[in-house]
């Protein structure tokens, strides 16, 4: 009976290990996403009371280098009532994110000279950390977009035929 209860107080340590906050779906249907990072963000205590909440709205944000760092623009983190009573809370604030020198260097190189735009495309819990995947990313043209979605809907019958196919077999 004692390693039972034991058991249940690690499982209440490790609640918020690699958890999603967040995802932007709708990057990978604007763009073509290549290459990955995971940066930290610099935030205030009343902004990660919020996310434990999962009170964000980053789908319209992006990812811009200013004087060799890189912010994160336009991800919205709703204040809560009781957290920020003491705060002028901006929701809508530039955030810093937190990379290595080497992959800053990487993706200003990739977005200065090779025309790349940076996309976050979620936002989880990494311990007690707030991480964000940034990805390099093109923008898809119409008729890109018209291809994955023809691609995905082909998928998806071959999926029901081979479904329906093993059933009567």
Known sequence: MRTKEVDMNKKKDKKDTGSTIALNKRARHEYALEDRF???????????KSLRQGRIAFSDSYALVKNGEIFLFGAQITPLISASSHVVADDRRTRK???HRNEIHKLIGAVERDGYTLIPTAMYWKGNKVKIEI??????????KRNTIK?????????RVMRSHNKNA
Not at 38 to 48: F, P, S, Y
Not at 135 to 144: F, P, T, V
Not at 151 to 159: C, I, L, P, S
Request: charged share 35%; net charge negative.
């Open 97 to 99: 994110l937190l990379l």
């Open 151 to 159: 691609n995905r809907d082909w998928e998806r019958d071959k999926q």
């Open 38 to 48: 995971e940066a930290g963000i610099a935030l205030q205590g009343w902004e990660v």
């Open 135 to 144: 990805a390099l990313a093109r923008g898809k043209q119409a008729h890109d």
